[in-house]
Nanobody, 116 residues
């Protein structure tokens, strides 16, 4: 079992930056790791993913602004968020998927609020 704890959320102005962290209770070496977000009144969406092999993908709306990375030695995944926009406001959730299987783990989320 893997427990995930997000941190780094907060209130920032448009154009600001935040770095989210997702700390896992154990090794994440064999997991695809991802960040999702859910804004008020909207469905949860995939923001960024980094596979166990280091491949990354992003939703179009954050390309060029967000960067996902992993530090397996620290059992931690990061989401660097630059040039934040009000539409980035959401609860951000960390996700771990064991080798693309149905074994999925979620963190409890961290709130990011971007003011106009």
């Amino acid at each position: 079992q893997v427990q995930l704890v997000e941190s780094g959320g907060g209130l920032v102005q448009a154009g600001g930056v935040l770095r989210l962290s997702c700390a896992a209770s154990g090794s994440i070496d064999s997991f695809n790791m991802a960040w999702y977000r859910q804004a008020p009144g909207k469905q949860r969406e995939l923001v960024a993913i980094i596979t166990s092999g280091g491949n990354t993908n992003y939703v179009d709306s954050v390309k060029g602004r967000f960067s996902i990375s992993r530090d397996n030695a620290k059992n931690t995944v990061y989401l660097q968020m630059n040039s934040l926009k009000p539409e980035d406001t959401a609860v951000y959730y960390c996700n771990a998927n064991f080798r693309g299987t149905a074994m999925i783990y979620w963190g409890k989320g961290t709130l990011v609020t971007v003011s106009s």
